[in-house]
């Protein structure tokens, strides 16, 4: 406890954030400076990058995402995720030119395997014991636990950050994040946390990704550059019916994963009818776009100019185009424009709210997870 007190008591932390998102495609890492905590939050990214999973690992990940996965390979992927988490961060401290002596803190969201908010459980592995002794770090994990506990569904658990690095006094901003997921925040101009609207809007990349990995018989995992969605035509008729899933219907607070739009969901429109890959793909690409517009135009009531956009997906024309087209009255960004990586963002969240953490502050927005109370997120491990 002395090593976390001395942490607390410095004016400047140095800080990696680790995050393996629902496509668990790699690791992003960051390391950053951060300045006290709360409103008075101040940042400087030092290094970022992501470090694919290895093959094999990627193909346990998947595995466990089956309902009849077994226990004993989820213990033993917890453990090899916990140790590549922890070379992650090592790497992002290399990359600033910096040894592991200079990291203060790890925030490490770990990688999602189940997310059953109406059951009230959510699990997130990749050990953070490994990842203490491993870097020699103190190490905060698991922070959507907390949140679930006092009736919330662990999620979203960005938005406070968004709020502490991203809101304006003048400006009211929407933050999207297209990963496996896409989720949504909304800042209202000069608003405090209790103002904040956040929840998941459907699905992001995941069904694009399983239904090229399907068309292709594993040899590719993602539509790079939304090439196969723009030589394909939208089938309209299955759009519409995409389109009345009942995630998409209920009101916020909400938040899903694969047990709603994974492999299940894809076999079910599999046996619906017949399509060339690229026209499977491109109305699976339309319905992210469309499930995004539509859940901002219902859900995001409020003075809005700006669409902020991070994540994989921001990487992908035909979603940009295809947001830019249903969402006339927004100006379409990626949020690089306001000096950080895209593909950063989730990972800076979960530094920033291990520094929260560290602080005694608490984590999560009762109003974008259903939480009873605001709670202090997130569980310690000491190297």
Not at 296 to 308: D, V
Not at 334 to 349: I, Q
Request: include cysteine.
């Amino acid at each position: 406890m002395h090593r976390l007190a001395e942490l607390a008591a410095k004016k400047r932390r140095r800080v990696v954030g680790l995050m393996s998102g629902t496509s668990a495609d790699g690791i992003d890492a960051v390391l950053v400076d951060l300045w006290d905590s709360g409103p008075s939050t101040r940042y400087e990214i030092l290094s970022f990058a992501t470090t694919p999973l290895p093959s094999a690992l990627r193909r346990e990940v998947f595995a466990l995402f089956a309902a009849d996965a077994s226990l004993d390979a989820l213990c033993r992927v917890n453990f090899a995720l916990g140790e590549a988490f922890a070379t992650a961060a090592l790497a992002a401290a290399e990359r600033a030119k910096l040894g592991p002596e200079a990291i203060d803190l790890i925030g490490s969201h770990g990688q999602t395997v189940r997310h059953l908010p109406a059951s009230g459980s959510t699990l997130q592995i990749g050990e953070p014991a490994v990842i203490a002794a491993r870097t020699g770090a103190a190490t905060i994990a698991d922070f959507r636990a907390a949140d679930v506990a006092v009736g919330g569904e662990g999620a979203p658990l960005v938005p406070l950050a968004d709020h502490l690095l991203f809101a304006h006094r003048h400006e009211g901003r929407l933050l999207l994040n297209i990963g496996g997921i896409a989720n949504i925040t909304a800042l209202p101009p000069n608003s405090d946390a209790s103002a904040i609207r956040a929840f998941d809007l459907g699905p992001g990349n995941m069904l694009i990704d399983a239904a090229v990995a399907h068309c292709t018989d594993g040899r590719e995992h993602f539509d790079r550059g939304g090439v196969r969605a723009a030589r394909g035509r939208v089938d309209e008729t299955l759009l519409a019916e995409l389109m009345r899933a009942s995630f998409l219907q209920r009101e916020p607070p909400k938040s899903t994963g694969r047990e709603e739009f994974g492999a299940a969901f894809l076999a079910d429109i599999l046996g619906r009818g017949t399509w060339s890959s690229d026209d499977l793909i491109a109305t699976l690409t339309a319905f992210t776009v469309q499930s995004i517009a539509e859940g901002i135009r219902r859900f995001c009531p409020g003075e809005f100019a700006k669409l902020w956009v991070a994540g994989g997906g921001v990487h992908n024309p035909r979603i940009m185009e295809g947001l830019c087209r249903a969402l006339p009255g927004l100006a379409v960004r990626s949020l690089a424009e306001l000096g950080v990586d895209p593909d950063a963002r989730e990972a800076l969240a979960f530094a920033v709210l291990a520094n929260e953490t560290l602080m005694g502050r608490t984590g999560n927005i009762p109003a974008a997870t259903r939480a009873q109370r605001r709670v202090v997120l997130g569980k310690i491990a000491l190297p």
